[in-house]
């Protein structure tokens, strides 16, 4: 126990210095893995064959088309279709962003994706419309990460192959969640705004334009909302598995944005895959260091002796959930979604499986804190990247995002947390668990 505990202040200490995730994981399990005697040949062969598993191929597959998206047109006619419906009220464009977000995350299964998609269209357009520039930079980090709660969730994915889960019982558990999460910033958004004067609102039109309005935008952007019923219909009508899905999207996604939307081209499509390339290399180096660690772990017992510390302090599981999401939400901190997940996975789930806890109710737990520890100050990756988007500074947009945080997102971990049934219900009425 004492040798993880200096493993992983090792790699905390490495992260806020700035190293890169996939060496600071790196430094971390190989210093637990020496430092424990454990084969090293083993653990690596263990990392390998676990990181190219055929699950696994969703992750890249994901990315793929997320960047694809993203660069073909197709975030832009979800953002039309939304503004068709409430762009001409006050705060309007604010709602726009949330909502396009969700629908973005049921596409791409990527917070990142999602601010480099919507972001870089939003922000700007809100700030020209007389929005404080740091809501608009608030809404966009915080609503990036409806994405982990809005299937098909990528660190969903990676957390359920961690631990043994099913994929698609993992992905049902944060869809209530996830929408609630989408109406709750939706309506802070509106309550925020109410009384800015300097927001300009277009005059509503007459009933019969603005039906022709949402007509025409739902035309335009047809095969973009014709993805996650493709996506998501595939998954749970046994057709396809999510591995299969993904590659399905990516087959969908490059026709329709090289020849009906014509946002890409085929110089661009090299460029974008080329990024993906990266930003997968990037995540599977992570995964491989991690999967090494988890294994070094399990033979060391940590979970277990976790486990037993935590039980001892208190025989009450509420209370251990409260002591775990605190955990959770340090955990989302310091590290980005996907690596977040696999901690998760390793060193919780067997945690409250011996508490009695449900192991798909704690996904959806897993998915809301990892969340909200994403935009959470020190480290922040997502709400970083939106003020990259927007060239502001931290101080012109974290008290926007607190306010959504504590008033929005913190009481839907709570609520997730304790009402077991919210992430429950669709796992149990469309696939029969227990």
Not at 116 to 132: D, L, N, T
Not at 187 to 205: G, H, Q, T
Not at 271 to 288: E, H, Y
């Amino acid at each position: 126990m004492i040798i993880f505990l200096v493993s992983m202040l090792v790699i905390v200490v490495l992260l806020l210095a700035e190293i890169p995730v996939a060496f600071s994981f790196g430094v971390g399990a190989l210093l637990f893995t020496f430092a424990t005697g454990n084969n090293i040949s083993f653990l690596v062969t263990h990392g390998f064959n676990t990181a190219s598993g055929f699950a696994l191929l969703a992750l890249p597959l994901f990315i793929l088309g997320g960047l694809i998206m993203a660069e073909g047109g197709i975030s832009a006619r979800l953002l039309d279709f939304v503004n068709s419906f409430v762009g001409r009220i006050r705060g309007g464009l604010g709602a726009v962003t949330v909502l396009t977000c969700a629908l973005f995350g049921a596409i791409s299964g990527s917070s990142s994706a999602a601010i480099a998609a919507i972001g870089q269209i939003m922000i700007p357009r809100m700030i020209k419309e007389g929005y404080p520039e740091g809501h608009a930079t608030a809404l966009v980090a915080c609503s990036s990460v409806l994405a982990l709660l809005i299937p098909p969730s990528i660190p969903m994915i990676i957390f359920s192959i961690t631990g043994g889960l099913s994929v698609g019982a993992a992905f049902l558990s944060t869809i209530i969640p996830g929408i609630l999460l989408t109406l709750v910033y939706c309506a802070l958004n509106f309550w925020f705004l109410r009384k800015d004067m300097s927001i300009k609102v277009e005059p509503p039109l007459p009933f019969v334009d603005a039906a022709r309005g949402i007509a025409k935008a739902g035309y335009n952007a047809g095969f973009a909302l014709l993805m996650p019923v493709i996506i998501l219909g595939a998954i749970y009508s046994g057709i396809a598995t999510p591995t299969e899905a993904a590659a399905i999207a990516v087959i969908y996604a490059i026709p329709v944005s090289l020849m009906i939307y014509k946002g890409l081209t085929i110089r661009t499509l090299g460029t974008v895959t080329i990024r993906a390339v990266v930003m997968t290399g990037s995540i599977m180096a992570v995964l491989f260091f991690l999967f090494i660690m988890s294994r070094a772990m399990i033979l060391e017992q940590v979970p277990k002796q976790l486990a037993e510390v935590l039980l001892g302090i208190s025989d009450n599981k509420y209370l251990i959930l409260l002591v775990i999401n605190l955990l959770l939400l340090l955990i989302g901190m310091i590290v980005d979604d996907i690596s977040g997940a696999v901690l998760a996975a390793i060193i919780f789930l067997p945690i409250v499986e011996a508490l009695g806890i449900h192991p798909i109710h704690f996904a959806a737990v897993v998915g809301v804190n990892l969340g909200l520890g994403n935009v959470s100050p020190p480290c922040a990756p997502m709400l970083y990247m939106a003020g990259g988007v927007a060239k502001l500074p931290l101080n012109k947009y974290i008290v926007p995002t607190l306010k959504l945080l504590c008033l929005g997102h913190l009481p839907m971990v709570a609520i997730v947390t304790f009402i077991p049934e919210l992430s429950l219900f669709l796992p149990r009425l469309l696939m029969g668990i227990e």
